[in-house]
T-cell receptor, first 117, second 113 residues
Framework: GAVVSQHPSWVICKSGTSVKIECRSL??????MFWYRQFPKQSLMLMAT?????????EQGVEKDKFLINHASLTLSTLTVTSAHPEDSSFYIC?????????????FGNGTRLTVT | AQTVTQSQPEMSVQEAETVTLSCTYD???????LFWYKQPPSRQMILVIR??????QNATENRFSVNFQKAAKSFSLKISDSQLGDTAMYFC??????????FGQGTRLTINP
């Protein structure tokens, strides 16, 4: 069964509002989680690395003030899209690895489809 | 920076045929890992197969096998006896520490009945 749960699966919000996406590791503690973004018919692009108890590490070109990441516990990371705009509409996917599994395939959530109207 | 290139945007084969998806990558690293992921219409990312760069033997998982050519930086995926359920987007991915994945552009594979 799934080891990483992502919620919600889809969300529609109005421009200017904020939306929070949750990523939970179900049966293991994940000190590190990753957030990806996928545009239609395109590949996954890493947005940021979420580190438990410390600040997230953002990839170049990703606005950290717009995409707020909080990793307050060993099983939960959240991505908040602040002041959302239609161009933020996308598919967001999180992933996590079990501790000690460096070469693990990373376990992915089911993704969240965000539509900003 | 590492890059991963999949030169085949789309492929289509008949059920039971064999198909090979290509992938090349660029890195200066010596120790790394390569993966093939499948993304069906459900959008769930599913690991198909992985290869450790320090292992010369090509990885195999049932009907899926890879042809890993380290010197050429090539990592192709062969699907034998293709099935309708193999229809999906396939992504080649590169990983080194600390577990960051770099994905290729993807190949949309369609298996026709």
């Amino acid at each position: 069964g799934a080891v990483v749960s992502q919620h919600p699966s889809w969300v529609i919000c109005k421009s200017g509002t904020s939306v929070k996406i949750e990523c939970r590791s179900l049966d293991f503690q994940a000190t590190t989680m990753f957030w990806y973004r996928q545009f239609p018919k395109q590949s996954l692009m890493l947005m940021a690395t979420s580190n438990e108890g410390s600040k997230a590490t953002y990839e170049q070109g990703v606005e950290k003030d717009k995409f707020l990441i909080n990793h307050a516990s060993l099983t939960l990371s959240t991505l908040t899209v602040t002041s959302a705009h239609p161009e933020d509409s996308s598919f967001y996917i999180c992933s996590a690895s079990r501790p000690g599994e460096f070469a693990s395939p990373l376990h992915f959530g089911n993704g969240t489809r965000l539509t900003v109207t | 920076a590492q890059t991963v290139t999949q030169s085949q945007p789309e492929m289509s084969v008949q059920e039971a045929e064999t198909v090979t998806l290509s992938c090349t990558y660029d890195t200066s690293e010596n120790n790394y890992y390569l993966f093939w992921y499948k993304q069906p219409p459900s959008r769930q990312m599913i690991l198909v197969i992985r290869q450790e760069a320090y292992k010369q033997q090509n990885a195999t998982e049932n009907r899926f096998s890879v042809n890993f050519q380290k010197a050429a930086k090539s990592f192709s995926l062969k699907i034998s006896d293709s099935q309708l359920g193999d229809t999906a987007m396939y992504f080649c991915a590169f990983m080194k520490r600390p577990q960051k994945l770099v994905f290729g552009q993807g190949t949309r594979l369609t298996i026709n009945p």
